[in-house]
Antibody, heavy 123, light 110 residues
């Protein structure tokens, strides 16, 4: 079955960097776009970024643009989120999620989701 | 991009029907049929319940249905059951090539 497993979360000081990973299995990873979505403690969901199946297009939320970079390695079935210049407001559980249909441009739905990894930005 | 507007809470008795609204603008909900709904139980990852306004994924109960009129989308849960108690979020694609989620609705089964 489709499985997404995030890793790389932890406690980091403001201004520092962190890289999250999302290991995919159970589907042809190289045929699907992927998203990152986050959820601050006790708050709602916030879409973060999308990368097309071949990495040719990437889109970001305004709140992370210029600080975060989404990337993928299709040979390793892994999605990444490089987070630089971290702020307290970036504290959240970060989920990776598969986009809907194959070869999509990212307009679609998120299914399934990983279990999430917690990032805490604090001094 | 402002979050889509949902009621903070909705409640109903077992067996009843409830509807959750999701209001956006012509740049998101009103402009595209890329509206989806997610159920989230405490401490768990969200689960897709409805995609493209009214389509139900395989395995999701037919008690869940979706619709849209203008800038407002809706999720209806019929025959409410105890296991439906959770947070629900809508999501829409936007004209900026991004996605926006709703503020979230807590569903309580009385």
């Amino acid at each position: 079955q489709v499985q997404l497993v995030e890793s790389g979360g932890g406690v980091v000081q403001p201004g520092r960097s962190l890289r999250l990973s999302c290991a995919a299995s159970g589907f042809t990873f190289s045929s699907y776009g992927m998203h990152w979505v986050r959820q601050a403690p006790g708050k709602g969901l916030e879409w973060v970024a999308f990368i097309r199946y071949d990495g040719s297009n990437k889109y970001y939320a305004d709140s992370v643009k210029g600080r975060f970079t989404i990337s993928r390695d299709n040979s390793k079935n892994t999605l990444y989120l490089q987070m630089n210049s971290l702020r307290a407001e970036d504290t959240a559980v970060y989920y990776c999620a598969k986009d809907g249909p194959m070869y999509s441009s990212g307009r679609n739905w998120f299914d399934p989701w990983g279990q999430g990894t917690l990032v805490t930005v604090s001094s | 991009q402002s979050a889509l507007t949902q009621p903070a809470s909705v409640s109903g008795s077992p067996g009843q029907s409830i509807t959750i609204s999701c209001t956006g603008t012509s740049s998101d909900v009103g402009g595209y049929n890329y509206v989806s709904w997610y159920q989230q139980h405490p401490g768990k990852a969200p689960k897709l319940m409805i995609y493209e306004v009214s389509n139900r994924p395989s395995g999701v109960s037919n008690r869940f249905s979706g619709s849209k009129s203008g800038n407002t989308a809706s999720l209806t849960i019929s025959g409410l059951q105890a296991e439906d108690e959770a947070d629900y979020y809508c999501s829409s694609y936007t004209s900026s090539s991004t996605h926006v989620f709703g503020t979230g609705t807590k569903v309580t089964v009385l």
